[in-house]
Structure formats: C-alpha cells, structure tokens
T-cell receptor, first 114, second 116 residues
C-alpha cells in the first residue's frame, strides 16, 4: 500500500529558529514529490516540487531535499517567521495510466512563537 | 483506525448532467475541506465547513454547492457539468479538539470524476 508518513505531527519553535520537517514514503513507482504550506481553512500553496533526479530545491527560506533511494524527503525552514505558522503537507505522486495519482501525508503543524 | 471515506470512487457523467460527491469525515472531526485537482495541477481549494457552517470559500464555481450535515458528512453538488470539471475531488477532515490543538488534515482517497 502506498503511504506517506510525516514527522513530527506538530512542532513549536521560536521566531528566528530553523526547523526540519520529515517525509517518508513508500509510493512506487515514484513520479514527483511536493511540499505544500497550508493555513487553516485555506487552500494549499505549493512550496517545492521535485522529480526522481533532483536532490534539493530551494524556495526562499524553504529548502527541500529528496533521497529517492531511501524514499525520504525533508523540508528545512530557515530563520522562521510568525507567518510560517501553518500545516506543511508532503504529497507524493505516482504516474499511472497517463495521470498522476497523489498520496497525501497528514502534514506537520508548525507553530512559530514570538 | 477509521479514515475519511469518499463515495463514489469513480464517476462518469455527461456534459450538463449533475453529480453529487459524498465525504464522511473521521469520527469526531468537525471540519471538512473540499479540493479539486485537475490533471497535472495542484489541488485547488474549493470550500470548507466547520460545525455545519461554511467557514471558507475558495475557487468553487457557482454551479457547485456544498453543505455539511448534522452527522458531519458533507456533500458536493455539481450541476451543469462541463468537460473541464473532470478531475480528482478530494475531501479532508480535521478537528482542532481531537488533534490536541493541531489542525492536521486527513485526506480521503478522492473521487475521480470524468465528464464526457
């Protein structure tokens, strides 16, 4: 069964600190992995997307890494800001029959305190 | 553990027909979100409900409507279907109370709607 596991489930950090969120998956065959930021009650905002051949991708203070051999990804947030408080969702897709089938992780809830 | 249930899993309709998608959240979850994901696209937030009241609205067309019932299940009603409505429709549920203060969303398996 294709699964996406994220850790930790929740995280509280102080403003200005760095943090790293983890995503492990068993989805196969792997096509791409996306990290989303989602505020409560709002739609998800795409942060990064990586394919099999990519190891790292940055988007401002967000840096995602991917190890396709161990099926692990991480999202590193540098110099956190209060506005980073949100859920961060890892979505791994496989290609099947001409379409992408996404499997959603349950997300990590990040709270940044002043 | 119980997960979010969506029905049907697959649906084929013709243009101008109507469709109703159902979502059954995890027990004790009070918030339901609906998303639409077209081929090769990011999920688009449609609408959300908290305690049977609409809490936020995204890019939901006027042809679509949704509601959350007393048992917390939700239905997405789609009328005058167009070819562009063909997509995966995901439902997610959450509960701040059950989640210990975190708003973790649990996604259902999705309903694949094909409009011919």
């Amino acid at each position: 069964k294709n699964q996406v596991e994220q850790s930790p489930q929740s995280l509280i950090i102080l403003e200005g600190k760095n943090c790293t969120l983890q995503c492990n998956y068993t989805v196969s065959p792997f096509s791409n992995l996306r990290w989303y930021k989602q505020d409560t009650g709002r739609g998800p905002v795409s942060l990064t997307i990586m394919t099999f051949s990519e190891n790292t991708k940055s988007n401002g203070r967000y840096t995602a890494t991917l190890d396709a051999d161990t099926k692990q990804s991480s999202l590193h947030i540098t110099a956190s800001q209060l506005s980073d408080s949100a859920s961060y969702i890892c979505v791994v897709s496989l290609a099947s029959g001409g379409s992408y089938i996404p499997t959603f992780g349950r997300g990590t809830s990040l709270i940044v305190h002043p | 553990a119980a997960g979010v249930i969506q029905s049907p899993r697959h649906l084929i309709k013709e243009k101008r027909e109507t469709a109703t998608l159902k979502c059954y959240p995890i027990p004790r979850h009070d918030t339901v979100y609906w998303y639409q994901q077209g081929p090769g696209q990011d999920p688009q937030f449609l609408i959300s409900f908290y305690e049977k009241m609409q809490s936020d609205k995204g890019s939901i067309p006027d042809r679509f409507s949704a509601q959350q019932f007393s048992d917390y299940h939700s239905e997405l009603n789609m009328s005058s279907l167009e070819l562009g409505d063909s997509a995966l429709y995901f439902c997610a549920s959450s509960s701040l109370a059950v989640g210990g203060g975190t708003d973790t969303q649990y996604f259902g398996p999705g309903t694949r709607l094909t409009v011919l």
